[in-house]
């Protein structure tokens, strides 16, 4: 069990059912859960720990190794934990309680992102039944539409509280969807809204819940099945048809296999690689059905670009669409290592535009309040408060006497 970084981030799985969404969270946490061609074979929702990639910066420094305490690093690879959840299928009308849509609904509340798994070979329709003819397109509108209808339910149903206030009421009404002040402020200056005396429209309210979950829960779509004939057309019509989303071929169940596989040596494989190698061991002992299996494995992820897609979904969400980056406090920066000589152990997850001021509170509030300044390891130089913090940066953090 790891301690996760500062910034403790969730993403939250959503789409409709039998898409392959707990093939994708068992892909991407190694949690067993249940997994079966059926809607609704997840009701409960799944709570997991999964991993961004980057390359460790004991790399660039030309160490041997590093010390992990609360992230791991794989053969160069840094990994760093966040959680991710994945709840129950959602069908039409999801925000009305069709299929216990609103209670999976209220489960994400808390999510930074989505990660939304779309069935792209096209053959199951929006409530998880086979089909042969099924548009993946509309099954990013339906979800679109669901969650937006679901924040307008959430203002519809406190508007009594905050009618004929101003915004500071709203905000207070809105926290728990992470919809500060001046992000209500910026969407009714967008849409020209009125932020004293509120008397919005039914019109007004759907439009203001729109631009919020546009805001606040950004969709990363994870094309799964890319490996089922027919997905490829699929795939092309998905990315014509959305222009503006980023969209992720993946094969889940190939995730399952290869990690599975690398967890019992059988092969050498870092979540995220574009192929793997066959260990020693296993080379000699496979019989020929389970080498077919590694082959048809290795087919499998070497056709796509992003090798499974799992993982490229998750670095895609975390670091373009949420805007976070790693950064690596030390205290001794011609050793990259704290008090005890533990090379590079933490890692912490920060929004892009963090101060180093702000990093150091993050790390401990009394370093900011005693903050001087820091020494950036990789240039060797000092930066002041001010100085924003960059993916990859190691940075010794100078504090004065209490």
Not at 153 to 161: E, F, L, Q
Not at 198 to 210: G, I
Not at 342 to 366: N, Q
């Amino acid at each position: 069990m790891f301690i996760l970084p500062s910034y403790c981030m969730l993403l939250g799985l959503v789409g409709k059912p039998n898409s392959g969404k707990s093939s994708f969270f068992a892909g991407a946490t190694l949690v067993d859960v249940e997994i079966a061609n059926r809607p609704f074979t997840t009701i409960n929702p799944n709570k997991g720990v999964t991993y961004v990639r980057q390359k460790c910066p004991h790399v660039d420094f030309g160490l041997k190794e590093c010390n992990p305490r609360n992230s791991k690093c794989e053969g160069g690879v840094r990994l760093i934990p966040i959680n991710i959840i994945d709840v129950a299928g959602l069908v039409p009308d999801a925000h009305l309680g069709k299929g216990r849509g609103n209670a999976f609904l209220s489960d994400l509340n808390q999510a930074d992102a989505f990660i939304q798994v779309v069935d792209v070979s096209g053959r199951t329709d929006l409530y998880g039944n086979e089909s042969e003819q099924s548009d993946p397109g509309d099954e990013i509108e339906f979800l679109e539409k669901e969650i937006t209808y679901w924040i307008m339910g959430i203002v519809k149903k406190n508007w009594g509280k905050v009618r004929g206030k101003n915004i500071d009421s709203l905000a207070e009404m809105l926290s728990g969807l992470r919809l500060t002040k001046q992000r209500i402020e910026a969407i009714a200056d967008k849409l020209k809204l009125a932020k004293e005396r509120l008397a919005w429209t039914d019109e007004e309210m759907l439009s203001f819940a729109d631009e919020a979950r546009k805001m606040t829960k950004p969709i990363v779509i994870a094309a799964n099945k890319f490996d089922v004939p027919g997905a490829a057309e699929n795939l092309a019509k998905l990315r014509e048809r959305f222009p503006d989303m980023l969209i992720i071929p993946t094969c889940a169940p190939a995730e399952i296999a290869l990690r599975k596989a690398a967890q019992k040596g059988v092969i050498k494989y870092t979540p995220g690689d574009k192929t793997f190698e066959l260990s020693e061991a296993a080379a000699s002992s496979l019989d020929e059905k389970q080498k077919a299996g590694i082959a048809s494995l290795k087919k499998i992820i070497e056709s796509n670009e992003f090798g499974t897609g799992v993982q490229k979904v998750i670095d895609a969400t975390v670091f373009e669409y949420l805007g976070l980056v790693a950064v690596y406090p030390v205290e001794d920066e011609h050793k990259f290592s704290n008090n005890f000589g533990h090379v590079l152990p933490d890692t912490f997850l920060v929004p892009k535009g963090t101060t180093a001021l702000e990093f150091a509170g993050k790390i401990h509030t009394d370093l900011a309040e005693r903050f001087i300044g820091a020494i950036n390891a990789r240039t060797r130089m000092r930066v002041g408060k001010d100085y924003l913090v960059q993916n990859g940066d190691v940075l010794k953090i100078i504090a004065g006497g209490k």
